[in-house]
């Protein structure tokens, strides 16, 4: 079946312009999470969302970042006045989320979006 | 607070030799742990898991993971690397019980490189 998909796949942003990338989860699945990775690093938790409440936003380094999932599917990371420092890769994770399955914590990401600001 | 530490930035090994990635874990509770790959470009893949049972952990492409709770690690093994394995590989961990905390805490990555 299809996998997480994100676009754009790249985006390169003057520096405070307004972004928006966008993440399609694989069909069903309840939980859905944004990472941002920059160059060398590994994946940083930025936000989480079970449907459509956002349960976690703690990863967020500013209010300059902004997630919604309105329908609880697809979800949009919006990035406010763009700065250097947010160049980086962003995933979008999502997993099924079931009460209690063996399966239901995997969580499947999609190819990212790369994020250059200049 | 939570970490996940992967003590070898890279790792080279000749093909059809056995190779081992690195991953110790510091948590306040029990954890369900993750190996990841990451290819040039592409998303990251999941591999294998450790939730409860058996600490051998077996998955994907032939790789497997032994879960020592005394040591806190959770190594990625695979008897005979090819060179196709050559990746990024990133051990992730999560804490049972943190109710609706689901994120995953990452190492920093191993890059594995597997000569011909």
């Known amino acids: 079946g299809a996998g997480v998909s994100q676009s754009p796949r790249y985006k390169v942003a003057k520096r405070g312009q307004d972004v928006a990338l966008r993440c399609d989860p694989i069909?069903?699945?309840?939980?859905l999470f944004w990472y941002q990775q920059a160059l060398g690093q590994g994946p940083e938790f930025l936000t989480y969302?079970?449907?459509?409440?956002?349960?976690?936003k703690s990863g967020l380094p500013s209010d300059r970042f902004f997630a919604e999932r309105p329908e609880g599917s697809v979800s949009t990371l919006k990035i406010q006045r763009t700065q250097q420092e947010d160049s980086a890769v962003y995933l979008c994770?999502?997993?099924?989320?079931?009460?209690?399955?063996?399966?239901?914590?995997?969580?499947?990401f999609g190819p990212g979006t790369r994020l250059t600001v200049l | 607070a939570q970490s996940v530490a992967q003590p070898e930035d890279q790792v080279n090994v000749a093909e059809g030799n056995p190779l081992t990635v690195k991953c110790t874990y510091s948590v306040s509770g029990n954890p369900y742990l993750f190996w990841y790959v990451q290819y040039p470009n592409r998303g990251l893949q999941f591999l294998l898991k450790?939730?409860?049972?058996d600490n051998l952990v077996k998955g994907s492409y032939g790789f497997e993971a032994e879960f020592n709770k005394s040591q806190t690690s959770f190594h990625l093994k695979k008897p005979s690397a090819l060179v196709s394995d050559s990746a990024l590989y990133f051990c992730?961990?999560?804490?049972?019980?943190?109710?609706?905390?689901?994120?995953?805490?990452w190492g920093l990555g191993t890059s594995l490189a597997v000569n011909p």
């Open positions: 069909s069903g699945h309840v939980s």
């Open positions: 992730a961990v999560r804490l049972i019980n943190a109710g609706n905390n689901r994120k995953l805490i």
């Open positions: 969302f079970q449907n459509e409440a956002q349960l976690d």
């Open positions: 994770a999502s997993s099924l989320a079931g009460g209690g399955a063996v399966r239901a914590d995997t969580q499947y």
């Open positions: 450790y939730i409860t049972g």
